[in-house]
């Protein structure tokens, strides 16, 4: 992705926020967007996503560790 780009949407999502809170939300949603997307890309170029996961939300209770 070109830089500009990365600037230019970081503009736009910048316009929104008023407190260092306001930072922490987005940038934990960021991160979790970003690792949930990773780890379905991943799961899905294995072949272990199915008809019944479509979703890393949808496995990841069943590797919670007991």
């Known amino acids: 992705m ?3 780009t990365i600037k230019g949407m970081a ?9 260092p ?3 922490n939300q987005i940038t934990a949603a960021f991160k979790k967007f970003m690792i949930e997307t990773a780890v379905n ?9 199915t008809a019944s996961f479509h979703s890393v939300e949808q496995i990841s209770p069943l ?3 007991v």
Not at 11 to 16: F, I, W
Not at 41 to 49: F, N
Request: aromatic residues 0%.
């Open 11 to 19: 503009a736009e999502l910048a316009k929104g926020l008023k407190t």
């Open 41 to 49: 890309t991943e799961l899905s170029d294995l072949g272990l996503l």
């Open 63 to 65: 590797l919670a560790p």
């Open 2 to 4: 070109a830089e500009a």
């Open 21 to 23: 809170k306001d930072l």
